[in-house]
């Protein structure tokens, strides 16, 4: 922070604020006596302004010129990015109203002047003028993705959840009740259970008989009915013949849906939650599931219960709503798309269990492929079908007539009632009812044996799409070997990648030479431009492409950024600046289609610039940039221009 705060003329105030929000509500007489408090100061671009717990606001700044960043840091030093604010916008306006100390780090992402109002004069007017108190925290309510508002609610939550706690302000450690309760390895399950049975919880943590801080396996009361009631087992034996020894742990700065993330994807219901190295307690299911009264997880329970198809359209019909609660409250779009996915996938399974309950069983192994957005796992509300169906070469004709037509009456069946579910057709047909779509191992192999082998360049425009499958349900080793023998091909055939490469430098970010947006010109969505193809498909394209020359298994978009650099293939640099460049453009993309649903419209793609704000703008150009980053590397890999 800048050393000198400097006066600035009254009248240069009162021009400022009479023109930004609340301060134009106040009367000229006040408004002047508030612009004799007011100094400016100048913060050099990447000037740390708060520190979050550290810093104690002295003042409410007010952004005359420049912009600047909110973020937090967690236990290992990644950074989530909450927010981007410009010229007119305000910093230290919760911390001060809440008596406590920055809630969050602010970075200057410009050379930036601000405008200085110290805290006594700003709670003075919050005290006495309503108006002015009333917008801060109706903006803290109401703003979309607004860091303030969460840290708002969690201030006013309490720890025995008797107010209303949500997934994003809250973090693992918040939430736990006690402190862990363990016995050794080698007590009995009778004295596990009694221990359960007197604490009145779920688990019970094993640690080493010489070390009680080494915590060695984990039994849950799952375990006492599926292991040992229901086998019959001697509850005299040792602990540790019903313990599980693998722990799953997760740090105690993890909000609470990270665990709930890792919870849904792994299957396991309770987490040790761990500080510095040292377990501090458990969270559960349950715990979460308190948290909000439309509990993702809810949700994802009520749909693995069902026990009719029917039952699965309403169900479905509820995760837009998920959707909305979890970006106001200010998830991230990596996030927001897992768990579109991990429902989405949830609704699936049960849909294909219940098929094969009514149809019988398949007469060869089969795996449920899912494709494009739905095979990269990154679905927004707008989720067209892209699916496919691989099954094991039958051993003989009668074999493969039965399973041509068990899975052509089972794709059929399955579509339609995705449909009901709300998943919308493909327009391009590429759905497992589809028989070209619907096939054995072998004729899979050959598809794309002949796809990378002679390449069409037209054609491989078009299944693109299928080169981002992964396994949906049934036997997902078949998948698994159809994506070993597509890394193998790759590996022999590159010519395919050439031509991959080039269509991916022939879709342009969509920013002029002089650097201003390039939008439609006419037409339904005259003035506006398509952040899906124009904004973000280069990223999957560049993304797809590499991975398939290095032989990653990832699908998903940011996932496979990763790994190539960890891997080497591109810096840890271009990584970090690809990955905040698709994240913004994601969170601008769902927020653009929510509030279409609030409005009652068909959500789509097309953003219109001129609705951005200033500073909006300039990390969406800045985004689109970085497109030309990515196709400086593929003619470094490709030599084609």
């Not at 230290?92 to 100390?101: S, Y």
């Not at 949830?346 to 098929?355: A, K, M, S, V, Y």
């Not at 795996?367 to 990154?378: D, I, P, T, V």
């Not at 032989?551 to 990584?575: A, K």
């Amino acid at each position: 922070m800048a050393a000198d705060i400097h006066s600035v003329a009254p009248e240069v105030v009162v021009e400022f604020l009479s023109g930004i929000m609340p301060f134009d509500g106040l009367d000229d007489a006040i408004l002047h006596e508030v612009a004799r408090h007011v100094r400016v100061d100048f913060f050099p671009k990447g000037t740390r302004l708060f520190t979050a717990g550290e810093t104690e606001p002295t003042h409410l700044y007010l952004i005359q010129r420049g912009g600047v960043k909110s973020f937090l840091t967690d236990d290992e030093g990644e950074v989530t990015l909450k927010d981007y604010r410009g010229e007119g916008s305000y910093i230290g306006a919760l911390p001060i109203i809440r008596g406590t100390k920055a809630n969050l780090d602010i970075e200057m992402v410009e050379d930036t002047f601000c405008f200085l109002l110290p805290r006594e004069v700003f709670l003075d007017l919050i005290n006495k003028q309503p108006g002015f108190a009333q917008f801060y925290l109706k903006s803290f309510s109401e703003k979309i993705v607004n860091t303030a508002y969460t840290e708002l609610r969690r201030h006013r939550m309490t720890r025995r959840g008797d107010e209303e706690m949500y997934l994003f302000t809250m973090q693992v450690g918040d939430i736990i009740k006690d402190t862990p309760r363990k016995v050794a390895v080698n007590a009995t399950i009778q004295e596990a259970a009694r221990a359960m049975a007197e604490y009145r919880i779920g688990s019970l943590l094993i640690h080493d008989p010489g070390d009680e801080e080494q915590i060695v396996g984990i039994i849950t009361d799952r375990d006492l009915r599926n292991k040992v009631i229901a086998e019959g087992l001697d509850y005299r034996q040792p602990v540790n013949r019903i313990m599980t020894t693998s722990v799953a742990t997760v740090l105690s700065k993890s909000t609470c849906f990270d665990a709930l993330l890792k919870m849904m994807t792994t299957g396991i219901h309770h987490l040790a939650v761990e500080r510095k190295g040292k377990i501090i307690g458990i969270v559960t299911s349950h715990d979460i599931m308190l948290l909000q009264g439309t509990s993702p997880y809810s949700l994802f329970k009520e749909i693995g219960k069902q026990r009719k198809i029917q039952g699965l359209y309403p169900l479905s019909q509820k995760i837009p709503d998920i959707i909305r609660n979890l970006i106001k409250e200010g998830a991230k779009a990596g996030n927001i798309a897992r768990m579109i996915s991990l429902l989405n996938d949830q609704i699936l399974e049960r849909l294909l269990t219940l098929l094969e309950d009514e149809l019988g069983p398949p007469p060869v192994a089969y795996c449920w492929l899912l494709m494009g957005s739905e095979g990269r796992r990154e679905q927004t509300f707008k989720t067209d079908q892209d699916n496919a169906i691989i099954y094991a070469d039958p051993k003989d004709e009668t074999e493969a007539r039965a399973a041509q037509e068990y899975f052509s009456t089972l794709a059929e069946k399955a579509i339609d009632h995705l449909v009901n579910c709300g998943y919308p057709l493909c327009p391009g047909e590429i759905m497992a009812r589809n028989p070209k779509w619907c096939q054995p191992v072998s004729v899979w192999k050959d598809y794309f044996a002949g796809w990378i082998g002679t390449p069409d360049p037209e054609e491989l425009l078009h299944v693109t799409i299928f080169f981002d499958f992964r396994p949906g349900f049934g036997k997902s080793a078949l998948a698994d070997d159809l994506r070993k023998y597509l890394n193998k091909q790759s590996r022999r055939q590159e010519i395919y990648l050439l031509h991959l490469a080039r269509e991916c430098m022939a879709v342009r970010a969509p920013l002029s030479f002089f650097k201003s947006f390039i939008v439609n010109k006419n037409g339904e969505h005259r003035n506006k431009l398509d952040i899906k193809t124009k904004g973000l498909t280069p990223f999957v394209n560049f993304a797809r492409v590499l991975a398939l020359k290095y032989g990653i298994n990832e699908t998903n978009t940011l996932s496979r950024l990763h790994v190539l650099s960890e891997e080497g293939h591109i810096s840890e640099e271009l990584w970090a600046t690809a990955h905040d460049a698709y994240e913004l453009q994601m969170q601008l993309r769902l927020i653009h289609q929510l509030s279409q649903i609030e409005e009652g419209v068909l959500p789509d793609n097309y953003i219109d610039p001129g609705q951005l704000s200033d500073l909006e703008k300039k990390m969406l150009k800045e985004s689109f940039e970085v497109v030309e980053r990515l196709h400086a590397v593929l003619r470094s890999l490709f030599g084609t221009g």
